[in-house]
């Protein structure tokens, strides 16, 4: 009787001080303030918790690392264009395979509806500006006007590789879907009314982008947020609030030469565990992108698929697929884009099928390791955002946000770096720009842009990872193609992973206990 009188005295003390915090969760305060964070009495100051980058749509995490960046075959080309050096790459997501013709249709149905053309010249414009060149697949010796009438458009080839496409496209196309993948998340999140996708909800005046949400330009009809008891309310998303994704953008030359190897099946034993620490070891150098027991161009594995083909690629002059009954690669022009083998990233088609446009400008002698910093990259220009007199943001003529580029003025005092634009720094030019002549008396300039790895009609010296070619920035090929990179925020390693090492203290093992040394 008397231990039920106390349960009972226990249980009505739990249900008196319920309402008072006692057992409630305690809310993470601040180290420098002891301040409540995400407590409404006291400042309103909110954070998310902690917690890894979702991988956005059709991406696939590529561990960073060190590689030797650069030729690993013979020179045969004589262009010296890319000597080998070590690099380091931070980690990233690039996409699991090339942009399919279904993908980008995806994109010219969506500005279809946002842009009507309806007799509308600047619309017009820009729903031609984004139409990939289909006249690409001509060739004065060939018949190929089935695929410059329907290889876009036919739903044979929904899941081959979008072509024609140039660097120019490719870059607006990845722009495009930031502000989808953002868009909709945003409303699955409450945020944005889902009424915001409804046919003539949006317009080329309004439509979303991530920058102009941000900026609360043309703000969307909001949604119903959920926010607990005791926190501030929220109203709209930021960037700290997690939701919203980085920038899809095309890889740079470093991380898709990087994620072409797959450099993580060199690893004999890779961490997999947090505290688990992995080897540090590259076990031999690859000339391809497939395993490294396998430098040939066909599977040497026992079983069904050993003697195939790896890649899509021309295997000599007039042989683009072998003899019937027995095709080697199985393709004549381009391929589905999940076919062939991954590589050790997971990632498909690094090698042959199309070429792919990467962010770089070409330079043909590229002091990339100039400062030995990660993420080696040519092309930066700088920009900032656009204010009128009257000190507010604007949309420029395709309904983005305004930019202008910074102009040497403005970093002049600047000690690590004093120009805009620099894209020329440190190209092995040693006496002046005008000495090559770049766009005047070379094919080489500012829109030159880098792309990587062999096609379908290519021999397989392009299919090295090494290998590297370039095009201006708004031409484009029947052979050439992309896919899409985006940042990795948080642990390099994912899974869960912490960045650094964890060592842990005396204290932390013994779970806040004091020790013998704080007992005297």
């Known amino acids: 009787m008397r231990n039920l009188v106390i349960l009972l005295s226990c249980a009505v003390l739990i249900a008196s001080c319920k309402g008072k915090g006692l057992f409630s969760k305690k809310k993470d305060k601040s180290d420098v303030t002891g301040w409540n964070y995400n407590d409404k009495n006291q400042g309103g100051y909110n954070i998310s918790k902690a917690k890894d980058q979702k991988t956005g749509p059709g991406l696939i995490f590529v561990q960073g690392g060190t590689f030797t960046m650069g030729q690993t075959e013979e020179d045969v080309m004589g262009d010296w264009n890319n000597i080998p050096r070590r690099v380091s790459v931070p980690s990233f997501y690039i996409d699991r395979t090339e942009v399919a013709n279904v993908h980008y249709r995806e994109y010219l149905h969506w500005l279809g509806k946002v842009f009507p053309a309806d007799g509308d010249e600047a619309n017009q414009k820009i729903l031609d500006a984004a139409l990939p060149d289909t006249l690409c697949w001509r060739s004065e010796l060939s018949y190929n006007e089935p695929l410059v009438e329907y290889y876009l458009r036919h739903p044979g080839f929904n899941d081959y590789p979008v072509v024609g496409v140039s660097w120019r496209q490719a870059h607006d196309f990845c722009v495009w879907r930031t502000d989808r993948v953002n868009e909709v998340e945003l409303m699955s999140k409450g945020y944005i009314n889902k009424a915001n996708l409804k046919p003539g909800a949006q317009s080329s005046d309004n439509y979303f982008t991530t920058k102009t949400y941000l900026l609360g330009l043309d703000p969307p009809p909001p949604g119903k947020i959920k926010t607990k008891k005791g926190e501030p309310k929220v109203t709209s998303a930021t960037m700290e609030s997690g939701v919203l994704q980085p920038d899809y953008r095309l890889p740079f030359e470093a991380e898709w030469e990087y994620a072409a190897y797959g450099l993580i099946n060199q690893n004999p034993r890779p961490s997999v565990k947090e505290g688990k620490r992995g080897e540090e070891l590259a076990s031999n150098k690859q000339m391809y992108p497939w395993s490294q027991n396998i430098n040939g161009l066909r599977d040497t594995r026992h079983g069904s698929w050993q003697g195939t083909f790896l890649a899509n690629f021309k295997r000599g002059s007039g042989d683009n697929a072998g003899v019937a009954g027995g095709l080697n690669d199985r393709a004549f022009y381009t391929a589905p884009v999940q076919s062939f083998f991954p590589n050790g990233f997971g990632v498909y088609n690094m090698a042959g099928n199309v070429s792919e446009w990467v962010q770089d400008v070409y330079r043909p002698l590229s002091t990339l390791d100039f400062d030995d910093m990660p993420a080696p990259f040519r092309g930066n220009k700088y920009q900032k955002l656009y204010k009128n007199d009257a000190g507010e943001y604007e949309r ?48 080489i300039s500012d829109k030159s842009r880098v792309y990587k790895g062999g096609s379908w009609n290519d021999r397989p010296y392009w299919l090295t990872p090494g290998s590297r070619r370039y095009l201006e920035e708004d031409q484009a090929l029947s052979t050439l193609g992309f896919r899409c990179a985006m940042d990795r925020m948080g642990s390099p390693e994912g899974n869960g992973f912490k960045t650094g090492q964890q060592y842990k203290t005396r204290r932390q093992n013994t779970k806040g206990a004091k020790t013998k040394k704080s007992k005297k």
Do not use: W
């Open 396 to 443: 420029d003529s395709t309904g983005k946000v305004k930019m202008v580029d910074i102009k040497d003025e403005e970093v002049k005092n600047r000690r690590n770096y004093q120009r805009g634009n620099v894209i020329n720094f440190a190209d092995g030019d040693s006496l002046s720009q005008s000495y090559y002549g770049y766009g005047v008396t070379t094919l």
